[in-house]
C-alpha cells in the first residue's frame, strides 16, 4: 500500500497527468472547432459543401485513431508541416474529434421541434436571431450528456498519443514500470488517476445538466441572465395577481352579443367592409407539391377590418394558402400583397434573403396562430410573448414583460404566467399561442385550424378568445376552421375552398344557410350544419 501510495503522489507520474490534461484539452478545443464547422456546412442548402463535410466525416471517422498519430507527427513532415509530438498529437485528436462532435452538434438542431422554428420566423426572427434565442438553447440541453460521454472518450484517446512519444499519463506508466518492474502497483494507480478525471468530467457534466434545468427556478446570477435560454428571475416580473376568469366563463356574454347581431346588422357590416381598402390581395396564386397542385390559379382579396372563414375539405390548400400570406411557403406563380405590399420581394422582383425577409415580416404586421400552438418549450408562458418583442422589435423588457402580462391577463392566463408550455393544457397552449400572436399589434392576424389539435372540452375557451378578438378589436382576421357554427357567429365572409381553388365566397351566414354551388352544400351536409343554431333575424 505505501508503494501505491507513493506511486500517486510521485512526480513523474503528476506531470504525466498535465500532459494528458493539455492533450485532451486540444483534442475538445479543436474538435468543436471542427465540429461547428462540419454541422454547419451539413446543414447547410448547399450540397457541395454538405458532401465535403459527409466525405471528411466518413475518412476521420473510418480510419484508426493511431494511424491518424502517425500520419500527423512522421508524414506531415514530407510536406514541410513539421510538428511537435504534443502538437502532431494535438493536431489529430481534434480533426478525429470533430466528426463525432459535429454529429452531435448535428442531431442536436435537426431535434428542435420544426414547428418552433417555424413559429419564430412567422415571428419576424432572423435565422441568427432563431439559432441564439430558439434552437441553440433547446438542442444544448440535449447536448451535454453526448458531449460529456465524448469528453471522456477524448481524455481516454489520449493515452494514443503515447506511440508518438508524447509524455503523457500512460507513456510515463509504461516506462516507469519498465524500470521498476512494478506492473501492478503503477498501472493501478495509473487506472485510479485516470478514473478520477473522467469522475470530474461526469461531475461537470451533473452541474451543466442542472444549471439548465428548466424546472428548477430561475437564477438572478449576473453571468446566468446573458445566456441565450436565461428566463427572467421573479424579481424583474410584475407582481403576481388574482387569476382573471377564463375566456370560458365569459361565454355566455360574448356569445349572446353574437346572438344579438341581426342578419340585418351583419349585412350592413358586410356592406361597409366592402367599401375598406384591401389589407391581402391574392391574385393568380399557383403551387403544387411535386405532380400535386395545392392552389390552382387562386384569387382573393381581403378588406381591412374583415373577418374571413377559410372552408373546404382537407386538402383543399387552406392551411398553404396562409403559410403562403407570411410566405413561410414559397409559390410558384402569383403575387400575394399585404398593406399594399408585396412581401418577399424587392422592388425589382428578385427574392429577398432569409435574413431581410424575416425583417419584412416583422416590419408588415402579419400574426400567425397555428395548428399545433408551436410555443418555445424552453420558455415560459410570459416570456414566449415577451422575448420575440426584445429579440425582433427591440422592446425595453420591462415594457415587453409588462405587454406580455397584460395580453395573458386578457386571455385569462395571467395566474400561469411563469408556466412551461408543457405544463400547460392545450387550451391554455393556443390561448398563450394567440396572445404571442397579438403581442406586436399584427395588422392581419391568420389562424390555421386554431382548435384541431385540441380535446373537445378545450375547444370552446380558445374559440371564446378568438370571438371576443372579432367583436371588440376590429382585426383583420383570415381563419382556417372546421367549426360551422364558429364561422357563422364570428366571420363576416366564408370562403369555401375545393381543388385549390375558390369555389364560393359570400356572406358567412348566407354560404352556410342557403350555399350556391353543390360541393359547398355536400360539405355542410357531411360536417353536420343541420344541427348549427342559426341567427335570428
Known sequence: MDLFLHYLRLPYLLQGIGFTIAVTG????????????????????????????????????GTPLILQLVFAYDALPHIGLKLSAMGAAGLALAANEGPFIAEILRSGVLGVDRGQTVAGQALGMTPAVLM?????????????????????????????????????????????????????????????????????????????????????????????????????????????????????????????????????????RYTALARNGASVQISALHKRYGEQIVLDGF??????????????PSGSGK??????????????????????????????????????????????????????????????????IAGPLRWVHGMAPADAHRRAHELLERVGLSHRADALPRHLSGGQQQRVAIARALAPNPRVLLLDEPTSALDPELVGEVLEVIRKLALEDGLTMIISTHQLRFADEVADRVVFLSGGTVVEDGPAHEVLTRPRHPLTARFLSVMGADSRVEVVS
Open 26 to 61: 486540444l483534442a475538445l478545443a479543436g474538435g468543436l472547432a471542427v465540429g461547428l464547422l462540419l454541422a454547419s456546412m451539413q446543414l447547410s442548402r448547399l450540397r457541395p459543401l454538405a458532401a465535403i463535410a459527409r466525405g471528411y466525416t466518413v475518412i476521420f471517422r
Open 132 to 268: 441564439r434565442r430558439v434552437i441553440a438553447p433547446q438542442a444544448i440541453r440535449t447536448m451535454v450528456p453526448a458531449l460529456g460521454n465524448e469528453s471522456v472518450s477524448a481524455l481516454k484517446n489520449s493515452s494514443l498519443a503515447s506511440v508518438i512519444s508524447v509524455g503523457e499519463l500512460t507513456l510515463r506508466s509504461t516506462q516507469l514500470a519498465s524500470s521498476t518492474f512494478d506492473f501492478f502497483s503503477i498501472f493501478f494507480a495509473s487506472g485510479l488517476i485516470y478514473l478520477f478525471l473522467t469522475g470530474a468530467i461526469a461531475a461537470i457534466q451533473l452541474v451543466i445538466e442542472g444549471a439548465l434545468d428548466l424546472d428548477r427556478p430561475a437564477s438572478p446570477n449576473r453571468f446566468l441572465r446573458l445566456l441565450p435560454w436565461h428566463r427572467s428571475s421573479l424579481a424583474a416580473r410584475p407582481a403576481a395577481v388574482a387569476p382573471a376568469a377564463s375566456p370560458a366563463d365569459a361565454a355566455g356574454d360574448i356569445s349572446s352579443a353574437f346572438a344579438r347581431a341581426t342578419v340585418s346588422d351583419r349585412a350592413k
Open 299 to 312: 384569387d382573393l382579396t381581403i378588406r381591412t377590418g374583415e373577418v374571413v372563414a377559410l372552408l373546404g
Open 319 to 384: 392551411s398553404t394558402l396562409l403559410r403562403c400570406i407570411n410566405h413561410l411557403e414559397q409559390w410558384d406563380a402569383g403575387e400575394i400583397r399585404v398593406g399594399g405590399r408585396r412581401l418577399g420581394f424587392r422592388d425589382d422582383g428578385r427574392r429577398l434573403n432569409p435574413h431581410d425577409l424575416a425583417n419584412e415580416r416583422a416590419s408588415v404586421g402579419v400574426g400567425m396562430v397555428f395548428q399545433q400552438f408551436n410555443l418555445f418549450s424552453h420558455l415560459t408562458a410570459r416570456e414566449n
